[in-house]
């Protein structure tokens, strides 16, 4: 794919995050509530847990957005210290989530937001993943309606959300739009 550098894709589909952002890599945030001392990007939450932090992912709404993003939330999980057969199905949920709740933002939000963003945040044994677009259109997860080819994202971040003892949510923005999250708890060390 060519054109304009928000529509290239890396090589098998990974986020160049300088594409996106401007930036080489995604920025821990800064200021607000737990990023204080000791809550950076190179605190861990315990002994032998992942680094704590908190990333921005902004990305233009478009599909080619969805395998960006969960490919610059992957890496930025095992960068924070989740890889292993002891994180591997709770990073295979969170990448389950992203893709499902980037794909809901820019196939139903793209016409009133033009960028999606997706927020890490991994603080205090949880891992939250979140996604705000400038919709303010509240979805709800359709049950098992076999008359429609889509619909089931949410039902399935629900219940996968749900399945690993996490919490999910959706959330009215201060400018109007939405905020969609999920929050699963991080595995426990194995008892040696």
Same mark, same amino acid.
């Given at each position: 794919?060519?054109?304009?550098?928000?529509?290239?894709?890396?090589?098998?589909?990974?986020?160049?995050?300088?594409?996106?952002?401007?930036?080489?890599?995604?920025?821990?945030?800064?200021?607000?509530?737990?990023?204080?001392?000791?809550?950076?990007?190179?605190?861990?939450?315990?002994?032998?847990?992942?680094?704590?932090?908190?990333?921005?992912?902004? !990305?233009?709404?478009?599909?080619?957005?969805?395998?960006?993003?969960?490919?610059?939330?992957? %890496?930025?999980?095992?960068?924070?210290?989740?890889?292993?057969?002891?994180?591997?199905?709770? @990073?295979? %949920?969170?990448?389950?989530?992203?893709?499902e709740?980037?794909?809901?933002? @820019?196939?139903?939000?793209?016409?009133?937001?033009?960028? !999606? !963003?997706?927020?890490?945040?991994?603080?205090?044994?949880?891992?939250?993943?979140? !996604?705000?677009?400038?919709?303010?259109?509240?979805?709800?997860?359709?049950?098992?309606?076999?008359?429609?080819?889509?619909?089931?994202?949410?039902?399935? @971040?629900?219940?996968?959300?749900?399945?690993?003892?996490g919490?999910?949510?959706?959330?009215?923005?201060?400018?109007?739009?939405?905020v969609?999250?999920?929050?699963?708890?991080?595995?426990?060390?194995?008892?040696?």
């Amino acid at each position: 794919m060519s054109g304009s550098p928000d529509s290239r894709v890396a090589d098998e589909g990974r986020l160049d995050v300088e594409q996106i952002s401007g930036a080489a890599e995604a920025e821990p945030r800064r200021g607000g509530p737990g990023n204080g001392p000791g809550s950076g990007p190179d605190a861990a939450d315990a002994p032998g847990g992942p680094a704590e932090g908190v990333w921005r992912f902004p !990305v233009p709404a478009a599909q080619a957005s969805v395998p960006r993003t969960r490919h610059a939330v992957r %890496d930025r999980l095992l960068a924070q210290g989740m890889a292993g057969v002891r994180y591997q199905e709770l @990073v295979d %949920d969170l990448l389950l989530i992203v893709s499902e709740l980037v794909s809901n933002a @820019v196939t139903h939000a793209a016409e009133l937001s033009p960028e !999606v !963003v997706t927020e890490l945040s991994v603080r205090g044994g949880w891992v939250r993943v979140s !996604v705000e677009d400038g919709d303010p259109y509240r979805p709800k997860a359709l049950e098992n309606d076999t008359g429609r080819t889509g619909g089931r994202g949410l039902l399935l @971040v629900k219940s996968v959300t749900l399945q690993a003892g996490g919490v999910c949510d959706v959330e009215r923005t201060g400018e109007g739009g939405k905020v969609i999250w999920a929050s699963l708890p991080v595995p426990p060390e194995p008892e040696r």
